[in-house]
């Protein structure tokens, strides 16, 4: 503020100095007001002169060079000047210590061995690390500016970069060498861009698929003596008769063990299959709530009447799913509430509307278990109460088949549970799997005329 008075003050010197210059020289030439318009204009004229002046010489400045020195002034246009190179120097500064930090960014992703690629507002490849150029064949030659979708032409990639869901990230084929695996993730940032990043997975892609190779060859080698074994069990329970007390003991245990160990395999043999397999026959038309009162049946047999079952069905479409891969997922999600909540529990089975889909939910007011399991609870073996678990008999196999079904059918699973207010499994189909309800037969009157 200081600044503009001074600048006040400046101007009014002048023009009381040029005033009273032209009220002496209006005196002597006996006119004093045209004397003293004359003084004050050229006054007037003299400040805008400097101004101007010093005007120039800031677009001098500015033009030639402004990291310079900057050109002498007064007044206010000193001030000016001063603050101007302050700035000026200031943002220098600032802009060095950007490009420095995007140097180290460079040079980081160079160092990368994973493939990192920058791609506009628009999909189209903006800047890339030598791994990029190397993982996806990648030139900055001519390469810059065109989609990345050019490049990368698998359909499951362009799905996958136009659904603008990343939260899991992609495994496809290399575009370059054909043997080798590429995991793929997108990050959105600033106004719609995209960080690309791409990483070789091929060997332990490979590791993976030996292992399932090898659980679905031990569990299918393991079927026949199984199979033998409880065979020549059951044999020998029939005679239990005649056998020491203390050997019939043995045997129950054994034909126990041995079913449980059937079980195990059989469910591992299906979650190879699961894993391996093409989905099949995967479009049936389904009535789920007929679905879900033979479950329903059939868990009342292994309930012994000690639960409630009820069936809600509020959904009249149906769903477009393998019939025997769906029932065995609901038939794992039932059948373990049957087996971990205490007697007298109620178990709800719900076919119900879901946002744009619908949803089968299995639902239990029994003990349910802290929030902290539920992550993990789709692993294999992966057990809430080990003790309980093994007294029931199960294998730990089973919410991992519901997953890898509900994968194959394009579904998701829901899991809500606290501690004593049971829990609730959503199995949450979209809208591409429901079909239309049937039509409800019309009845005809016998006098009706066909």
């Not at 005196?27 to 002169?49: P, Q, S, T």
Request: hydrophobic fraction near 40%.
């Amino acid at each position: 503020m200081r600044y503009w008075i001074n600048e006040l003050w400046r101007l009014g010197y002048m023009l009381f100095g040029l005033g009273a210059i032209g009220l002496l020289l209006g005196e002597l030439g006996h006119n004093l007001l045209a004397g003293l318009g004359w003084g004050l204009a050229a006054g007037l004229g003299l400040y805008v002169f400097l101004h101007l002046r010093h005007v120039r010489k800031l677009y001098i400045w500015l033009l030639k060079n402004p990291r310079e020195a900057p050109p002498p002034g007064t007044g206010v246009w000193g001030d000016l000047f001063d603050r101007l190179y302050s700035y000026q120097k200031a943002q220098t500064q600032l802009q060095g210590r950007l490009r420095d930090i995007l140097r180290r960014i460079q040079d980081s992703c160079e160092a990368m061995r994973d493939s990192v690629v920058m791609l506009d507002s628009r999909g189209d490849l903006d800047w890339w690390n030598s791994a990029a150029g190397d993982m996806l064949g990648l030139q900055a030659d001519h390469d810059r500016g065109q989609p990345i979708t050019n490049f990368l032409r698998d359909p499951r990639f362009i799905a996958y970069f136009e659904s603008g869901d990343y939260r899991e990230p992609l495994l496809i084929p290399s575009p370059v060498q054909a043997n080798h695996s590429l995991q793929f993730h997108l990050t959105l940032f600033g106004d719609n861009e995209r960080l690309l990043m791409a990483r070789d997975v091929t060997r332990l892609h490979q590791l993976e698929m030996m292992r399932r190779d090898f659980v679905a060859n031990v569990s299918h080698e393991l079927r026949t003596p199984l199979t033998v074994l409880a065979g020549y069990l059951e044999t020998y329970s029939d005679h239990a008769g005649q056998l020491p007390e203390r050997w019939q003991r043995g045997f129950g245990q054994m034909q126990a063990q041995t079913t449980r160990m059937q079980n195990l395999v059989e469910d591992l043999l299906l979650l190879s299959r699961l894993e391996i397999d093409s989905p099949n026959n995967d479009r049936e038309t389904l009535d789920v709530a007929t679905l879900l009162a033979g479950i329903a049946a059939d868990a009342r047999e292994l309930s012994t009447e000690r639960h409630q079952l009820t069936i809600e069905a509020e959904e009249p479409r149906q769903l477009l799913a393998n019939t025997k891969e769906i029932r065995s997922a609901i038939s794992n999600l039932v059948f373990n509430a049957v087996r971990y909540t205490p007697a007298g529990s109620t178990i709800t089975l719900r076919w119900k509307p879901w946002h744009d889909g619908a949803a089968i939910e299995v639902e239990d007011d029994g003990d349910g278990f802290d929030p902290i399991h539920i992550p993990r609870l789709t692993e294999r073996f992966y057990r809430v109460d080990k003790g309980r678990s093994a007294a029931t008999g199960g294998t730990g196999l089973g919410l991992a088949i519901v997953k890898h079904v509900l994968l194959r059918h394009e579904a998701t699973l829901e899991i809500v549970s606290r501690p004593g207010l049971g829990a609730r499994f959503r199995c949450v189909f979209p809208a591409s799997r429901l079909a239309a309800a049937p039509a409800r037969p019309t009845s005809v009157s016998p006098d009706t005329p066909a």
